[in-house]
């Protein structure tokens, strides 16, 4: 099935540190969302973005809608322990109204 | 606001057998949406319902199939199950389709032996 390419794969980092994601398609989209997931659990809904060159923060989460309309970032600052989890974008395709996941992002952070 | 709610959580079935999953929209949402989750294949959709019709499909068997009630609560099921149908199946209910949040429940977690 169709996934949005996810980069990096995965991460350790330090507490504190920032962390960066993205996310790619080759295709345009008109809204991304960002979720987080936990072990066993369903995805949390963090950020939606609905224009291009949107940036929409929730708390220490940042996250903006790419310019050509075909990526999206995804900035944590300052990370905290509980930040680990697999963070997954989506995109709508205009078209069909799907959302299209990405492949995901495991993040590990080293207390 | 209750959230999006799955029943049940966690269910052991054998090859063969049939399986319903069921899953009930935030309140006030008329869509919902079905996802198979493995860690091969990731997110991959599986149907949308909006309005107790079927307006997306996924590229799946035609073992796999859904339906909407009028209350917009909604439930899929697998006939004959095969050993890759594994997964952790998720529902994810929208107000409306488009340029719209898309919440999730926790998964139905579905081994088969």
Known sequence: ?111 | KAGVTQTPRYLIKTRGQQVTLSCSPISGHRSVSWYQQTPGQGLQFLFEYFSETQRNKGNFPGRFSGRQFSNSRSEMNVSTLELGDSALYLCASSFLRWRIEQYFGPGTRLTVT
Do not use: H
């Not at chain 1, 169709?2 to 980092?13: D, G, R």
């Not at chain 1, 345009?28 to 997931?37: A, G, H, R, V």
């Not at chain 1, 995109?91 to 492949?103: A, E, H, L, P, V």
């Open chain 1, 1 to 111: 099935g169709q996934q949005l390419n996810q980069s990096p794969q995965s991460m350790f980092i330090q507490e504190g540190e920032d962390v960066s994601m993205n996310c790619t398609s080759s295709s345009i989209f008109n809204t991304w969302l960002w979720y987080k997931q936990d072990p066993g659990e369903g995805p949390v809904l963090l950020i939606a973005l609905y224009k291009a060159g949107e940036l929409t923060s929730n708390g220490r989460l940042t996250a903006q809608f790419g310019i050509t309309r075909k990526d999206s970032f995804l900035n944590i600052s300052a990370s905290i322990p509980s930040d680990v989890g697999i963070y997954f974008c989506a995109g709508q395709n205009s078209g069909t109204y799907k959302y299209i996941f990405g492949t995901g992002t495991r993040l590990k952070v080293l207390a």
